[in-house]
């Protein structure tokens, strides 16, 4: 094999060089809660199951968007055989995988969770080591260098699905063009959500690049506690609703401004914010100043005097995109690229959202065509989009159903990306 270009080697000395420190970098980070310590070995390539017999195909996907993601495909793959290894890196996907992976096959098919292993080439080499999977895939864009290299130097065809890169990230890689071309050239398939992220890996040096869409938009509706629903309909009774869904810092100071805006014509209005990170509960109940909050992590409940419902638990968001007729979608009006709106959109909850969209251009295209607006750069355009589907029901009941349509034009990436994967995954090593 040729020599590593000089970013690449570079990466691997430094990942070397920090391995003693390893296990005190993960004991700090578990002390913030960003680690799970029942299951640091795991982070050191320790597995903590022994590998299922058979075919085993590995998926990774960096946190809790990917992991979802990649549900129907897990699916796909053990109806077809095969026991699925997905590994991510965040305690919040471990616990939403650890309720959503599918069960046990009749034929013995199992989906197992691993934490990824640090990109250090010893807890790479123990990972690999054990599980030796047939074939790996990874989700979107996370890409670990001594992972991704180390698995193809052992033969391991690769795949990178659902795969996706800004226009950013693409230009931070011409920079260094040799690693970008080794690291991207390692992958014998690489499946785009669209033509324009196709673009860009070719640019890169990608081998095989073909446009399969997203696989977002064939997962299944988010699920829903129906008690939790039916409790939470009863105290917001009759009242108008407007919902906040994945919100950062930035958006919320937008939000409720827009809500000010909105309770002049709708006093009784309810406004649910559902932080993308719970732990930001408290301070957005600081940033509600006079207007009553109420904190669901708290166990507090709607009251008539609530304004501003905190919703900083996970896994709910099916709960509260079941509720409103309409939702605002974070990470649009900061540049983080927006989050997905096929899960409220398939649910026929129509979406606002803002100029920030690049993570599924696509999905956010097609659903704000089918609805006609949506469009939102400022608490003004909130609070009077917000108001006309708050005044006309009729209205917002025709939006949802737009954007369930705009939704459903992006199905299919499972069917496509199986039939591209098929032959590889089947194929020895």
């Known amino acids: ?61 960096a946190s809790v968007g990917e992991s979802l993601a990649a549900l129907p495909l897990i699916e796909r793959l053990m109806a077809g055989g095969s026991s699925v290894l997905v590994t991510s890196g965040t305690v919040t996907s471990a616990r939403i995988l650890e309720q959503r992976l599918p069960p046990q096959t ?58 996706r890169i800004s226009q950013r990230s693409a230009l931070g890689w011409k920079r260094a063009p040799k690693s970008g071309r080794r690291l991207i050239g390692a992958f014998d398939a690489v499946l785009a959500q669209d033509e324009e992220i196709a673009a860009r890996f070719r640019a890169l040096g990608a081998h095989d690049v073909r446009v399969v869409g997203s696989l977002k938009a064939d997962a299944p509706p988010l699920s829903c506690d129906p008690h939790a629903l039916e409790a939470l309909q009863a105290q917001i009774g009759t009242r108008p609703l407007l919902i906040a ?34 732990v930001r509960g408290p301070d957005i109940a600081m940033l509600c ?44 009006l900061v540049p983080l690229g927006g989050h997905n709106p096929l899960e409220p959109a398939v649910l026929h909850c129509a979406i606002l959202a803002g100029p920030h969209r690049t993570s599924a251009e696509g999905a956010y295209q097609a659903i704000l065509s089918a609805q006609g607006f949506g469009d939102v750069a400022s608490s003004a355009d909130i609070a009077r989009q917000a108001r006309k589907l708050l005044e006309n029901p009729a209205l917002a009941v025709q939006t949802g159903e737009a954007a369930a349509r705009g939704a459903a034009t992006q199905a299919g990436a499972v069917a496509r990306t199986i039939a591209v994967l098929e032959g590889m995954i089947h194929a020895p090593a």
């Not at 009251?303 to 419902?309: E, L, N, P």
């Open 245 to 278: 869904a994945q919100t950062h810092p930035g958006e919320d100071e937008t939000v409720l401004p827009a809500h000010d805006l909105l309770r002049v014509h709708f006093p009784d209005l309810l406004t649910i914010i559902v932080p993308r990170h719970p």
């Open 106 to 163: 009749s034929n013995g098919q199992r989906a197992i969770h691993q934490y990824v292993p640090l990109d250090i080439p010893q807890a790479v080499a123990r990972f690999l080591d054990h599980w030796k999977p047939d074939a790996g895939l990874f989700v979107e864009s996370d890409l670990w260098p001594n992972l991704v290299l180390a698995a193809a130097q052992r033969g391991m065809r690769l795949a990178l699905v659902n795969a």
């Open 289 to 332: 100043g006079a207007r009553q909050p109420a904190r669901r992590a708290g166990g507090d409940q709607i009251g008539d005097d609530t304004q501003v419902y905190i919703a900083d638990t996970l896994g709910e968001l099916g709960l509260f995109y079941r509720l409103a007729k309409f939702c605002f979608i974070g990470g649009t």
């Open 1 to 61: 094999m040729a020599p590593l270009p000089p970013g690449l080697r570079a990466w691997r000395i430094l990942t070397t060089a920090a391995s003693p420190f390893a296990n005190l970098l993960l004991s700090r980070r578990a002390a913030r809660g960003k680690e799970d310590r029942s299951r640091l070995q795991e982070r050191l390539g320790v597995a903590s199951c022994p590998r299922p017999t058979g075919r085993l195909v590995w998926i990774h996907g």
